[in-house]
């Protein structure tokens, strides 16, 4: 089964520490290539995130984008101690040199929550990513699942295309192989017409033996019965790839690279109008087909 390099998935996690949202994307490439875009620290997991995509990718470049947000725990929110005993005792010395009152002594202490560092932000601690990892995985394998049904999708769609280019190709590789037989004696004829021309201006003799040798000289430099034989054998293999159960682009880039040398020798050598006009639309069909198979796995 086919499957295109080109789809995208996502999933998330809400957990009570993590909360997390994978986006994964993929285009053409010829080799695999993953990316991973991830603040810190998370991008040090890169090399883990490309374990998990190699198992089930091939060709393509994967881009992942890892969006991430820490849930607060309790012990995210802490007084400084050290800060919060200092203003205390500051405040207590300005009230017994100012002869406070206990009720503006009070309201001094009152205040001292906000002052500089008594209260820091909270924090989230430190970040261990090892410990991370068990949550984000699963994560990723899900994302990959959806992006694989979209590639998988598509490459359905594109199965279909490239078997109806290649009914095409051999609708006029038939035509081709119905031609073949008359060759030389169109060639024959066409000899003879110009030979007739030539005598009525010029006083020569022909020999028939020499027009049957140029004949067959020809015959045998046109005979394009190889290139069609070999042409419809890969359409075959073609076929036979498209079924795979796997997904081969680079069989299918392989044959379609073969298939266009063979269109190209069978153009050039027939020298016939009529056969050159269907090897035209054979390449045709081919280009349409080595665009849509560069975007097979």
């Not at 050039?268 to 849509?292: C, W």
């Amino acid at each position: 089964m086919l499957c295109s390099m080109t789809g995208y998935g996502e999933a998330g996690l809400q957990s009570e520490r993590l909360q997390l949202s994978l986006e994964v994307r993929s285009v053409n490439n010829r080799y695999l290539k993953v990316l991973l875009r991830a603040s810190e620290p998370y991008h040090l997991l890169e090399a883990e995130f490309e374990k998990v995509v190699r198992k089930t990718c091939k060709r393509g470049t994967i881009q992942i984008h890892l969006h991430h947000r820490r849930q607060h725990a309790a012990q995210d929110f802490q007084l400084n101690p050290v800060a919060l005993r200092s203003y205390l005792a500051q405040i207590q010395q300005v009230s017994r040199e100012q002869h406070l009152s206990p009720g503006q002594e009070q309201a001094l202490f009152s205040q001292v929550l906000a002052l500089p560092g008594v209260v820091p932000e909270a924090g989230l601690g430190p970040t261990r990513i090892e410990d991370d990892w068990p949550l984000i995985e699963p994560v990723l394998e899900q994302a990959l699942a959806r992006l694989h049904q979209m590639r998988r999708d598509e490459g359905q769609a594109m199965g279909q295309e490239l078997l109806q280019l290649r009914d095409a190709i051999g609708r006029e590789l038939a035509a081709i192989r119905e031609r073949i037989p008359h060759l030389a004696g169109a060639y024959r004829d066409r000899l003879l017409e110009r030979v007739r021309d030539l005598l009525q201006t010029v006083d020569v003799r022909v020999e028939q033996a020499d027009l049957i040798k140029e004949v067959s000289i020809y015959s045998e430099r046109a005979d394009i019965a190889e290139e069609v034989t070999r042409l419809e054998s890969h359409l075959d293999q073609f076929v036979e790839v498209l079924r795979e159960p796997e997904s081969s682009g680079r069989k299918l880039e392989f044959l379609t690279q073969e298939m266009f040398r063979e269109a190209n020798t069978i153009g050039s050598k027939a020298g016939d109008v009529g056969i050159s006009r269907h090897a035209v639309e054979i390449k045709a069909a081919l280009e349409k087909i080595r665009e849509l198979v560069q975007n097979v796995e």
